[in-house]
């Protein structure tokens, strides 16, 4: 499809295109419940180089490596650009990335089945197929200049981009030997480097190759797509979820200056204009009759006290509800008698609340359709839209572009805001682009939220105060119903965190059950997903059975942890406590808080130093430990620790999304708090040491949900007392 909009990239590192080269073919999971050939259907006919699909070789030597995994602030494309320098050994300032096309024959994530990036799973789901895309291409290389210079391979070194051959003194740099590379076979199982000669992985060179673009301006987000027929829409939507347009009047909207037409769509009523400040204009002009028969109008107050009641009796099941066990072991009812420590505990909706707003910029030209965005998963927006162009899901071309943010946001079932953009360059068609724009007020409003969630948990203890009997209770809508794909059983993404936990582990007698009741407010996974609610719950009430036993938080945790064999845990604790100095007093008018958890493959365990001021928390000084195998880019875990920390405390402490009558009262960062710049922690990183070539586990996710259970275990400390309401601003008030 012709694209006649600006289609400069940003400039992420030496990206030349005159040679393509690349290395490995790529497998990918089939994505569950398609067939082969549907699965056939998603990948386009992209070109593939020598070297396949994730490296690319320019003329003057430049490496490119494609990932097939977004950027949206939290750096991987460094991790996976190092991998593939690692084992090519190139010259690391020689090195550059892009975001890889729409196509799951070739750029599946294999954790997740299909290409969408979630799950902190980039790096892990990329090490192995990496490191053999960058081995195969350095084995081509070392080829070449063997046959070149008629010498044994074997005799060849690799080192910074320049292939040497030691005994005859004879040097080429990647540019010198490309013609030959290029034209030998890759080979299938090359041999891998040993992690214990890696020059690049693990050190604090690997850092982002996207900050001077940021900084100039120059990189490229879905805002910055221009054209001169380029149109812009915004879209009205209806007050309350399920709602459907009945009627509307577009009088006054087209005598809006700059107005080009009113569609009405499936999801509301679109205003096309020339610009951006026309066609919000033109949507607020206009008079909007909505039909709620179907919509959502309850208070988020009642859907809590229902969810209450579901837990202690006072609220029966409606039809189709359904209690469904997610661990259970020995008889944890008849263990019920003795003195027992219950508690229930509250979690809003929340926001994902992006820097970047929704927004996608489409093309529609018959059944073709072209989409430049920020599209966090290819598979799903290929599907979705190709059932709105009535074509095959992979005739849809996306050019994905870098993204402000996302925390799970961008990429839902049903993508929502891509196929409201595809709707109206449908109406608008001939193949002119459109670029659908939402203010942080529609953001704010349109939904997708963290589930609102209740918990309650009932323990009884032994005669030395650990767990011997643990009834749990979880009710929260499920993120997973209607799944495209998978489906069936207990939503794992509402219990996980709970399910497996340690302390489950270690209470011989267990009954936990998860109940999902439906809703009218559309869910959806945010950062750390199951985690942000039950590390939490767990954490908060191990610290109260410390308390109630008389021990120490963290001696109490590692008894606990050995007696279910939790070794990470241990170890992450231990180190956090070292550094944190957790056996001495904390500094004055100060207090602290543990947590550990373990998600997306990594343990982490954080102490938060504490004070109250001006009646509310004050969070100065955290300390870290993770276990995430290995460290590719030490720096980057950092400041992934750095972002999740804050972003979790954010949560913590302000976050809340509630509904009076199904209206969403919170439309911007006024209504709904986030953590400032001044009320940001300190945040110190340890990572814990690992065996040479240990695989690497989720990062992007995992400091999130540790740092809320911190922090209101060193409030207990300080006052007694739990804190079972979130946020905590509103515990406290």
Known sequence: MNAPFDRRRAQTGPSRRDVIVTATAAGGALLVGCSPTSLMALGAE????????????????????????IEFGQGNHAGLAAIVAEELDADWTQVGWEHAPANAKLYANGALGAQLTGGSSAINNSWDQLRKAGAAARAMFVQAAAARWEVPAGEITVENGVVSHAASGRTADFRELLPDAAKITPPAEPTLKDPARFTLIGT??????DSRAKSTGQARFTMDVQADDLLVAMVAHPPRFGAKVASFDATAAKAVPGVVEVYEIPTGVAV?????WAARQGRDALTVTWNEEAAETRSSADILTRFRGLTDGSAALAEGEEWQAFESRGDAAAQMQGEALEIGYDFPYLAHATME??????????????????????TLDQLNVAKVVLNLPGSVEIETLPAGGSFGRRANFQSDYVVECVEIAKKV???????LVWTREDDMAAGYFRPLVHHRVKVVTDAEGYPSAWTHRIVTQSIMKGAPFGGGGVDETAVEGAKGSPY???????????????????VLWWRSVGATHTAYVMEHTTDQLARKAGQDPVDYRRALYRKA?????LAVLDLAVEKSGWAEPAPEGWTRGVAVHECFGSVVAQVAEV???????????????????????????????????????????????TLTEGRVDQTNFDTYRVLRHNEAPSVETYIVAQPAGAHPTGVGEPGTPVIGPAVANALLALNGEAITVQPFVKAQA
Do not use: W
């Not at 068609?429 to 670029?435: A, D, E, L, T, W």
């Open 429 to 435: 068609g001939k193949n002119r682009p459109v670029k």
């Open 565 to 569: 064999d939790a070794q990470r845990h």
């Open 504 to 522: 489950l582990k270690a209470t011989p007698h267990v009954d936990a059950q998860l109940l999902t009741p439906d809703i009218g407010v559309p």
């Open 357 to 378: 707003p929704m927004n996608c910029v489409a093309q529609v030209s018959g059944n073709q359709a072209r989409l430049t965005f920020a599209s966090q998963g290819p």
């Open 611 to 657: 004070r109250m001021e001006n009646g509310e928390p004050r969070v100065g000084r955290v300390v870290t430990a993770i276990d995430c195998g290995t460290a590719i880019s030490p720096n980057q875990i950092a400041a992934q620790m750095e972002g999740g920390t804050c972003y979790g405390l954010s949560a913590a402490l302000y976050g809340e999304v």
């Open 204 to 209: 604090d060179r690997v850092r982002r190759k």
């Open 46 to 69: 992209d070109e593939v180089g020598a070297f396949g699909p994730f490296v690319k070789i320019a003329p003057d030597g430049a490496v490119t490596v494609v990932c097939k995994h």
């Open 272 to 276: 096309v204009a020339d610009n951006t």
